[in-house]
């Protein structure tokens, strides 16, 4: 069966750290872009960042610059989602789902994970 599953997730302290990882199953991670997407109670999903193949292109939304940081283990067909600083505001369900990724945007290419629940609460 053709899926990516996410896992990672938890409860956090404001200011903690958390790493998501988004694997394969059924096909190749390596072999498409990825990104992550989230989203908050009540709220839209929204875009957060992704990796190209070649993890020569990267792409954050604004919020997390200098705080989340994306990357990919191909040789483990794993991306992985490091998030720093973590704001309540972080929390949200993260999705990982196949993407067109380039500097400016990330498109959604049609598979989704289930997701994985991030809470920043003290």
């Known amino acids: 069966q053709v899926q990516l599953v996410e896992s990672g997730g938890g409860l956090v302290q404001p200011g903690g750290s958390l790493r998501l990882s988004c694997a394969a199953s059924?096909?190749?991670?390596?072999?498409?872009?990825i990104g992550w997407f989230r989203q908050p109670p009540g709220k839209e999903r929204e875009g957060v960042s992704c990796?190209?193949?070649?993890?020569?292109?990267?792409a954050y939304t604004d919020s997390v610059k200098g705080r989340f940081t994306i990357s990919r283990d191909n040789a483990k067909d794993t991306v992985y989602l490091q998030m720093n600083s973590l704001k309540p505001e972080d929390t949200a369900v993260y999705y990982c789902?196949?993407?067109?990724?380039?500097?400016?945007?990330?498109?959604?290419?049609?598979?989704w994970g289930k997701g994985t629940l991030v809470t920043v609460s003290s």
């Open positions: 059924g096909f190749t991670l390596a072999d498409y872009a």
């Open positions: 990796i190209s193949v070649g993890a020569d292109t990267t």
């Open positions: 789902a196949t993407v067109y990724c380039s500097p400016n945007r990330q498109l959604p290419m049609g598979l």
